[in-house]
């Protein structure tokens, strides 16, 4: 049996201008200053700069004289709609929470040659056989960020064959990897961490700590790594003295050799401050990055050909397909300096808020003066959603007295003391960490050492909680914690 039924159903969606203006407002400075680039490159009835006074006055008084009702009726496009008679036109509106005087003008960019380049490069001043250098140049490509290939021989010798047609031996790939492991920065080309120590070390200057550091990474890796300090003493026959020694030589080595290069294939971020805040006469005093507030207005060209077309007593089908055009690319001038000019609003607000809240930690910089504050605390305060909060919180920055900081790092969960009182989360991770910092390495504490401690300084927190903290801090457990 069918049954038939009428059912009415409330729901929000966003327009397509909402969706972009979120987009907008999750962006961080530098990123959004390349989306202005973009729209003003794809709309020619948008500008950037300062906008002619002159202009604006003759603009005002040209639309005296035109008539209201007079519109495309295919279209119903009213042009005087386009034609400000305003003495200062809505897009020369500004949101005046932004630093006039803003440094920062241009973006900084990072010059240099490629590490791949760099290490290829290197392999020009080796004679190789040509089926040689094909298998060199694939193991540089195949370098990760932080210098490791961490591909097996097979799966490389496959790669060769299918995508440079080079059919080759494991065995010879392994010759090859040999003259890569000799490049600098020294480690580079390591299929893992065990691997990386030993080249470095086998290329120091070798004296009785190098060799004893040598003997230990590669013979007794995992009794190193998990701190069996009295086992390795007792397999090589050493003091405590010498051992120290050696890891002292071992620390000094570089986990990640790909990382100290500066001109690393990946795309180097330079944080720029969307806010700064600074101390006036005992007052904060915010402010918005300038480059955030950019100068925009309609092109004058596309003003004057819509006057053009009103005052065009013929109107052919080309100028009104042209004023069609005209009419889109106004449009979105128009929506994308509002847009911004809401973006510098949202900004500003949400950023306002959040100093406001955390006031007692902007004035003094300790961390432990941070309020439990979640997403929902700051937008109910300024009556936005929840979402929005999170955009601007997740990717801007907000420059301090006590140097740059993420500003969702302002927020945290709140736990209570054993008064009762709400703490935030963020002052019992740095109570730990302090804790932590001033433990005895050779008997470091162990969670529920760490758990008894809180709890004497007024912190109930269970062991599993301090685990927890203790993990979000990247702090390893009490055993590879140790030191002799």
Known sequence: ???????????????????????????????????????LEENPALEKGKEDKDFDADLSNDTEDINDNETINAEDINVDEYLSDDEIPDYRTQAN?????????????????????????????????????????????????????????SDIMDDLAFTQNVYTTEDKIGHVL????????????????????????????????????????????????????????????ITEAQLKNAITEVEHLNPKPGGAYSGNNRIVEHVVPDFAIKIVDGELELTLNGRNAPELHVSREYNNMLKGYKDSKDKSKSQKDAVLFIKQKLDAAKWFIEAIRQRQQTLFVTMSAIMHYQKDYFLT???????????????????????????????????TPYGTKLIKEFFSEAMKNDQGEDVSTREIKKILETVVEEENKKKPLTDENLSSILKEKGYPIARRTVAKYREQLDIPVARLRKKI
């Open 97 to 153: 929470n932004y630093s006039s005087d803003d440094d920062e003008k241009t973006i900084p960019y990072a010059a240099g040659t490629s590490f791949t380049q760099h290490l290829i490069n290197q392999l020009n001043t080796y004679r190789l056989a040509e089926d040689e250098r094909d298998i060199a140049e694939f193991l540089v490509g195949s370098v990760d960020e932080s210098g490791y290939i961490r591909r097996s021989l």
């Open 365 to 399: 910089g300790d961390e432990r003066q941070l309020k439990p504050m979640i997403l929902k605390d700051v937008a109910d305060e300024i009556n936005m959603d929840v979402s929005t909060v999170s955009r601007v919180a997740n990717s801007k920055y907000v420059d």
């Open 178 to 237: 040999k003259i890569v492991h000799q490049l600098d920065p020294a480690g580079v080309g390591a299929r893992n961490l065990q691997e990386c120590l030993s080249i470095q070390l086998h290329r120091k200057e070798k004296n009785p700590d190098t060799e004893l550091a040598i003997n230990i990474i590669d013979n007794a890796f995992d009794a190193f790594t998990k701190k069996h300090y009295k086992k390795l003493i007792q397999k090589f026959d």
């Open 1 to 39: 049996m069918l049954k038939q039924q009428l059912q009415f159903k409330l729901s929000q969606k966003l327009s397509p201008q909402q969706i972009q203006l979120m987009k907008l407002i999750q962006l961080p400075t530098q990123a959004f200053e390349q989306r202005l680039k973009q729209e």
